[in-house]
């Protein structure tokens, strides 16, 4: 599966556009993390608890976004992005989202997606 943030992909025709496609993860840090991220945030520096644990949502983000545009029967996701937010105190959402495409090597290969 080819991902891109770009609304084409250079060397690749769309010959079919599927839709939007989405992976979606919600996370909460248990409490031994918070407690030893809110140790760490008293003396600055990076929060290694919570880069781990928003690295490895992206991740899984990512792959589920992934899975969904396999299951619409595309080869490509162009104009993908990520999103985060916070819900309540203890909870990260990371969604990953684009446009799931077929793709196929082309003379009109590179040129943008018409909307």
């Known amino acids: ?10 060397g690749y025709q769309v010959t079919e556009v599927k839709g939007q496609v989405f992976g979606l993860v919600v996370r909460s840090r248990g409490f031994a993390g918070n407690f030893a991220a809110g140790l760490r945030s008293l003396v600055g520096g990076e929060i290694h608890e919570y880069t781990e644990l ?7 983000a990512l792959d589920r976004m992934v899975q969904n545009a396999t299951l619409m029967g595309a ?3 162009i104009s993908m992005r990520f999103d985060s937010s916070e819900i309540g105190t203890s909870m990260s959402e990371i969604v ?7 793709v196929m090597p082309g003379a009109n290969a590179g040129q ?4």
């Not at 990953?96 to 077929?102: L, S």
């Open 1 to 10: 599966m080819i991902v891109a943030t770009t609304p084409y992909l250079t």
């Open 54 to 60: 928003l690295e490895d949502t992206r991740r899984q």
């Open 75 to 77: 080869n490509a996701v």
């Open 96 to 102: 990953a989202y684009g446009t799931a495409v077929v």
């Open 112 to 115: 943008p997606v018409a909307e």
